[in-house]
């Protein structure tokens, strides 16, 4: 329900003249608005003024009952798509006591629904609904968020028995015969700067033996990856549409293939291509797909014992990547609960449910074992159940065998992943982050094959083989736009955006999305979704390092050639440039597995743009950092403020990711790799926290987004077989960003002792100078000459220690700072950073901050701040901004059973956040010296909004 706003003059003077004994009702009616707050004990602060004789201010009522703390929704209901007949089912994770639920369809409530789940069996009738619930008890109720239904009709298919079968099929072959030309620029000519090009080069380098001869044969990086060379000559034999060049490209390709078959087929041992670990590591996620495709376009030319070598090598890879790191049952906290062999696919034991961290499903999204399933299925496919057979080299070899492990890639990864991507990982983005995100790519590589291949039946192997109405595909788009700010900037890699990141880093650029946009635009093709196709063509067009300069240069990279295909197969010839699909899409997005929700004032790139990202989500995958609560803020092409961006463990810690650090117990014992973030405050990774984080409020109004978080579980340890370390009784944050430039931050911290240092951390811009402090407030300077002010209103004077922490960084071990990060010091080398630390003097058991960013040009004076809090009642905190008043609620978990407060003269606008939503209030407003008296009580005539938000 949309906040009712009363004008404050005119509120304020019917209180008073009521409070005069003005008004119709005589000297003796009672007040228009209800009864004021009642008042406990006085909470710590200024004392208020007090208020003039003719308008005392009101007189508290008697103190209630203690109030029921309200609900709070932690985790809303999230889409589901099945097919028909299939069950769905919806839930909501609430905080409270004697919470009772009613699930509703369409705004309809369903009869007996009145747990925390509910489920239904589908029909063809269901699909498009949309449910929510309502959550309720004593304190107050709220209404979750819809969930929209979509309901397919079950997909009966046929497993395809020809080649092509991976990623192409034998039906697309006469379209992109016609685009391998010369006069598409994605094609070229010898001389093109494109794939054929790329193609004639790869060609020279395989006969002439450079390749093999300078891939260095081991499991991680090389230039000279024989396997995508192969990859390359097997597709031109394809669409080269001169039939007398094909015996050649049929000939380097198997020279390639084989070069890498024949010494594999000797088993593991020493020399190239021999290790246990060159399929399951590095070089099989970025260049696994390579083989079974090269083998699938080349498969008309094999011969039988040609296959035979092949098959061997693949059952061999295939059971290296099944055992691998990290295999499906490497993280499950009881790996010996789970069936052997066959009898554990599509066992729910696999998903670990009973485990608290839910270890083993998160790590079903991790990039290894992502690309192990594709690359099994893949593998296991490509080879015909005619030739599947068994092999009297290999002992206990049978028919099928190979084959079967398409089963284990299904029933085992992809199920897992398929349920990760619907629930832990829902909201289109890689829990890993935005430099090993691309790993979301090797999922759709995986499903684009099932797709192709005939494989993605329903019937036979549920809705996980489907992208039709997934919800990982209606958010992935969404997702990257977000991530984008609104301009490229010139870096040593060319023109480069610099996203919204979070997670390792090395360089701090948005890399080249192929390898997720080219599976995806494959599968929108085949599908008919020409808005996914679209939206990815933009994408790649537009948002790639130098594109669309170099666009058709992309074609022709020797570094990654299958992304070199991939950069051909989508691209239409002579199409125009892909249209700008943002604009359709709303200001804001919510990605529920990150807790992340991104902001912007607008999609015109031309205007002056402010974005707004925060971000609080579990850290439990590799990769991710100890960055709860982080938030960032991009003005006019520029980052004023985000995290400092580096990789490795050291990289993780909270001091370098705009959030707060709090001691917790300092003689833990949580093991050596944790010790340092033991040592620092550092919120915990790789699942060492003690359980998940709560985003209890996020989203957007019309000129204002809100979010609350509780961090706490993040800064307490919890591992197995370790004594758990829970020092840290309290961290949360809540963060209101009045649009353009102002963010309101209030952090609130506490420990179960005193002397626990609890220190406030922000990242600022530098134009080469260090920023500037005085006193309570700092400037920097961005080096287009944007200022960013910030204003430390809490703790004041001598309870707060402030500095300026810089250049230098006092890294710990493990810290490899990311090039090109807007946050570094010395912009020519990208080393050192200036940080505002805040540190509460004394290190009192409990400590609030309270912070107020200002983003303005140079020369712009910023607003005045004040802080101010309440006297009576349930606490609240302020903070003055101009003319706005933005209040805080100091216990964001308690009932507000009424509060009073004295807001300064200056304020016009009031925002009071921390109700609970759309509930009904009234507020008692009283002229006193200095400000206004506001009293707010339940109950009334005004409503605040679905964030909990009363504007007066």
Known sequence: MPSQRLPLGALALSVFIAACGGGSGGGDAAPTSSTPAPSPAPAPGPAPAPAPAPAPAPTPAPPPPAATAR????????????????????????????????????????????????????????????????????????????????????????????????????????????????????????TGGALYQLALTARDRIESGQVPAQDNGGSTYTPYATEAYAALMAFMSLVDTDATRQPRWIAAAKTALFAVIDPADLGVGAGKFRSDSFASSDRGRWHGEAFPLAVDWLYPHLSAAEKQ???????????????????????????????????????????????????????SMNNYLMAHARNIFMMANVIDPADDVADPSLASDAPGRLGDFMHEAIGTYLYMTDFAYRNDGFGGVSPEGME????IGFYYGLMLALHTAGMDDTTLYGDKVSLVNHPLLSRLMPGFFHSLPTKKVATGYGQVYQPSWFGDAEQLYFLDPMRVMGPLSLYARYAGRN????????????????????????????????????????????????????????????????????ARTSWNDNADVRLLDHKLSYNSIDHQHGD????????????????????????AMSEFKNTLTIQNEPQAAVGNYHLPF???????????????????????????????????HLYNFANDDVAPARGVSHAS?????????????????????????????????????????????????????????VSTLLPEGANAAASIVGPVIDAPDQFWKATLDPMSADKTNWTGAYRLRVEAAGHPRNATFLHVLQGADAGATPLATQAFHSDQGSGFTGALVGTTAVLFADDIHAAVNGSSVIVPAAATRVLITGLVPDAAYTAAIVAVPGGRRITLSPAGTLHANSLGVLEL
């Open 71 to 190: 609900p709070a929704i932690v985790s809303h209901p999230v889409d589901r798509t099945v097919s028909s007949g299939v069950a769905a089912s919806f839930g909501v994770t609430a905080n409270g006591i004697s919470l009772t639920y009613q699930w509703r369809r369409n705004g309809v409530p369903i009869a007996s629904a009145t747990a925390s789940t509910y489920s239904l069996v589908t029909t063809a009738a269901d699909d498009g609904a949309r449910f929510d619930v309502i959550v309720a008890n004593g304190g107050g109720t709220l209404t979750s968020e819809q969930a929209l239904l979509r309901v397919n009709a079950p997909a009966v298919r046929t497993p395809v028995a020809g080649h092509p079968r991976l990623w192409i099929r034998e039906q697309d072959l006469t379209r992109l015969r016609s685009w391998a030309t010369a006069g598409n620029p994605m094609y070229g000519g010898s």
């Open 309 to 363: 070598r092949i098959r061997r090598v693949f059952l061999r890879w295939c059971a290296e990547d099944r055992d691998g790191y990290p295999s499906v049952t490497y993280y499950h906290s009881d790996a010996s609960s789970v069936p052997a062999g066959a009898a554990r696919r599509n066992h729910p034991a696999l998903l670990d449910l009973g485990d608290p961290k839910r270890r083993a499903i998160r790590y």
């Open 436 to 439: 090993y995100g691309e790993s």
């Open 531 to 598: 808005d996914e196709l679209a939206a990815a063509k933009w994408l790649e067009y537009t948002a790639a390092p130098d594109n669309p300069a170099r666009l058709t240069s992309r074609a022709n990279n020797d570094d990654n050639i299958v992304q070199s295909i991939l950069y051909f197969l989508m691209f239409d010839p002579g199409q125009a440039a892909p249209a700008d699909p943002r604009g359709a899409l709303p200001l804001f997005h919510f990605a529920p597995s990150l807790g992340r929700l991104q």
């Open 628 to 651: 709860g609560n982080m938030f960032d803020f991009w003005r006019k092409g520029e980052w004023l403020t985000k995290e400092l961006s580096a990789y490795g463990a050291g990289a």
């Open 678 to 712: 033991l040592q620092r405050g550092s919120q915990f990774i790789g699942g060492a926290h003690d359980g998940d984080p709560q985003l209890l409020v996020r989203g957007v109004a019309a000129d204002y987004l809100l979010v609350t978080g509780d961090a706490t």
């Open 733 to 789: 944050r809540t963060l209101m960003w009045l649009q353009p430039d102002t963010i309101v931050v209030m952090d609130r911290a506490s420990t179960g002792a005193d002397g626990r240092f609890k220190r406030f951390w922000l990242n600022l811009p530098s134009n080469g100078a260090a920023p500037v402090r005085n006193g309570a407030n700092v400037v920097a300077s961005t080096p287009g000459g944007q200022r960013l002010h």
